[in-house]
Structure formats: structure tokens, C-alpha cells
């Protein structure tokens, strides 16, 4: 009888503490979730507020081991706001977001997410204009990167890119707060930032995203 007992009362005591894990799991994950929700709110509205300095602090770290953080905030302005070649204009905006799952990166000990948005912006070149030929082919050209582009002028094209994705990284090297960092594979600074179970996730998530977009052209 007492052997009975005994074992009925670890069935219990078993799945009592697989409930307990479980909804723990649940709520760590779900303050996740909202951290990083905030944190894309107040990047959109740091984006929208030009506000550049607070957009580099939020940026991944080991980006400034390859460049100095004054050098990116120049560069990051001079883009923004014009230099003697070109101009970038991002319009306010509020795209509608999607945060995926929080992945774990074992390997490393990081968690890390992707935030997928629509993005518009267009670009001025100042000291060029393009020809009918050469628009066509800019055009293809960022069509196979994902964007959609129109040229309002010869020197001016607007850009729509539906599935643009960052990508935000929690570890030691963050200080254990949320970082972001642009997907961009194009970039040897990408590599060099993240882990290989990171870029393999990023890349099969982003082929995700445009495949999904391709459904529904």
C-alpha cells in the first residue's frame, strides 16, 4: 500500500514541477517578448526622430571593434542627412512589425530574435543622373536584392523594402541587454559580429520571409 502511495505521489510531484517548469518557460519567454517589443517601438520612433546617437547605442557592441562608434554615427549622418554625393530620406513612418520566436544560441549562451518590418525610404544622387537604360537596370538590380524601386526623377528613387529584418542579440557581450544589428549577408562585418548558429537561423528565417512576400505578388 505504501509502495502504492510512494508511487503516486511522485507521478504527482513529477508532473507538479514539469507545470511549474513549464509555465516559468512561459513567463521568461513572454517577458521576452515584451522586451523586445519595446524596443522596437522606441527604435521606429528613434528612427523617426533622426535621433542617431541613441540608434547607434543601441546597436550591437562588437560592431565598434571593427569600427569606432564616432566613425559610425559620421558616417550614419552623413548618409542621413547628405554629403557632397548623396542624400537618404526616411520618412516618418509606423510599419507593422513582426517579432519572431526567441531562439537560444546554446553553443554561445545567447538569445537571440528577428524583428521583420516594410521599410520606405529613397535615395538622391547629387552629381548624377540616369538615363532610361541605366534606371531599368538599378531597378532589376535591387528587385533581386528584395526591394522595390521607382525612380521619381533621374536622380532620385524610391525604395519599398517589404522584408526588412533586424536581428537583436542578448549575451555577455551585450552586457546581457537586447542589441540590434541590421541583417545585411552582403557585409563582411556581418560575419564577423555573429555566431554561426545565428547567420544559419537569420538566413533560413529572412528566406522564410521572402518567400511568404512571393506568395503573395
Not at 28 to 44: A, I, N, P
Not at 129 to 144: A, H, I, R
Not at 166 to 173: G, V
Request: glycine share 2%; proline share 4%; with cysteine.
Amino acid at each position: 500500500m505504501k509502495t502504492k502511495f510512494s508511487k503516486a505521489l511522485l507521478r504527482c510531484s513529477t508532473i507538479l514541477i514539469f507545470c511549474l517548469t513549464l509555465n516559468s518557460y512561459a513567463q521568461d519567454t513572454g517577458t521576452k517578448q515584451q522586451e523586445l517589443d519595446s524596443l522596437t517601438k522606441v527604435m521606429f520612433e528613434h528612427t523617426n526622430n533622426k535621433n542617431y546617437d541613441a540608434l547607434i547605442d543601441m546597436t550591437h557592441p562588437k560592431l565598434f571593434e571593427i569600427v569606432p562608434k564616432e566613425t559610425m554615427i559620421t558616417v550614419l549622418k552623413s548618409m542621413l542627412e547628405g554629403n557632397e554625393e548623396m542624400s537618404i530620406d526616411i520618412p516618418e513612418q509606423h510599419p507593422e512589425y513582426k517579432i519572431s520566436d526567441v531562439f537560444k544560441d546554446e553553443e554561445n549562451n545567447s538569445d537571440f530574435a528577428f524583428v521583420s518590418y516594410a521599410l520606405h525610404m529613397s535615395m538622391t544622387f547629387k552629381n548624377q543622373e540616369f538615363d532610361e537604360e541605366t534606371k531599368n537596370s538599378m531597378v532589376q538590380m535591387m528587385k533581386l536584392q528584395g526591394m522595390e524601386a521607382e525612380f521619381v526623377s533621374d536622380s532620385t528613387i524610391n525604395l519599398n523594402m517589404p522584408n526588412s529584418m533586424t536581428i537583436m542579440i542578448n549575451d555577455e557581450s551585450t552586457n546581457n541587454k537586447w542589441a540590434m544589428i541590421n541583417y545585411d549577408p552582403d557585409s563582411p562585418m556581418f560575419f564577423q559580429i555573429l555566431s554561426a548558429p545565428v547567420l544559419e537561423k537569420a538566413k533560413s528565417y529572412y528566406q522564410d520571409l521572402m518567400i511568404a512576400h512571393k506568395k503573395k505578388e
